[in-house]
């Protein structure tokens, strides 16, 4: 059973920096891998980042890369994304996801992810 609660959503100005995190209450994780995804107002949800159970592999979508970090702490069960130098259009709700049928990948496709958490708002003004 995988079950995923996110933390560390806020409001702050654009060039600042967050850190998500999400716990995985289950008892998988350490073989799983991970993704954060994030969906704004009036769009479609879109891949962020993802990692493979042991983080020897890493996946960043475009408009992240070299802004966001995606990192994990299987001894905690938890999953990170550090986020700096954010822009307003990285305001959305964020959602970290479960791959738990191949955990050497870290894919960027959302249909490979069976499981999802609740979401944190994450909103940058300028």
């Known amino acids: 059973q995988v079950q995923l609660v996110e933390s560390g959503g806020g409001l702050v100005q654009a060039g600042a920096s967050l850190r998500l995190s999400c716990v995985d209450t289950g008892r998988t994780f350490t073989s799983t891998a991970m993704g954060w995804f994030r969906q704004a107002p009036g769009k479609e949800r879109e891949f962020v980042a993802a990692i493979n159970w042991r983080s020897s592999s890493t996946s960043y979508a475009e408009s992240v890369k070299g802004r966001f970090t995606i990192s994990r702490e299987n001894a905690k069960n938890t999953l990170y994304l550090q986020m700096s130098s954010l822009k307003p259009e990285d305001t959305a709700v964020y959602y970290c996801?479960?791959?738990?049928?191949?955990?050497?990948?870290?894919?960027?496709?959302?249909?490979?992810?069976?499981?999802w958490g609740q979401g944190t708002q994450v909103t940058v003004s300028s």
């Open positions: 996801a479960a791959d738990v049928h191949e955990s050497w990948r870290a894919s960027t496709r959302s249909v490979d992810f069976e499981y």
